[in-house]
Nanobody
Framework: QVPLVESGGGLVQAGGSLRLSCAAS????????VGWFRQSPGKERSFAAG???????VYAPSVKGRFTCSRDNAVNTIYLQMNSLKPEDTAVYYC???????????????????WGQGTRVTVSS
């Protein structure tokens, strides 16, 4: 299985926006939920957002209302639109696909495979 590839990270001021992309290969990718996780220095990797194969989305309370997850199965890409960014959103963001097809996105790291290398997001105050 091929790791997913994240892109779109960068430096942004508080209140700004970024859009992350998660590109995948494989003809069955559209059948799988995809999760976005993030890891800040000194902290454990944690769930931020996820999207099911049918577009159903789940968000961590800390990002709900500010982040929007979407997918374009025609190009095998998942997006994370991040608005109203805060310094505490600073982290490396990772995407991964769920182990099982046709499921809903869960918040547990162990449920995901094909982790990408991550893309760094830095929000300055």
């Amino acid at each position: 299985q091929v790791p997913l590839v994240e892109s779109g990270g960068g430096l942004v001021q508080a209140g700004g926006s970024l859009r992350l992309s998660c590109a995948a290969s494989g003809r069955n990718f559209s059948r799988y939920a995809v999760g976005w996780f993030r890891q800040s220095p000194g902290k454990e990797r944690s769930f931020a957002a996820g999207i099911a194969w049918n577009g159903y989305t789940v968000y961590a309370p800390s990002v709900k209302g500010r982040f929007t997850c979407s997918r374009d199965n025609a190009v095998n890409t998942i997006y994370l639109q991040m608005n109203s960014l805060k310094p505490e959103d600073t982290a490396v963001y990772y995407c991964a696909s769920h182990r099982f097809p046709s499921g809903v996105p869960t918040m547990r790291l162990v449920d995901y495979v094909n982790w990408g290398q991550g893309t760094r997001v830095t929000v300055s105050s």
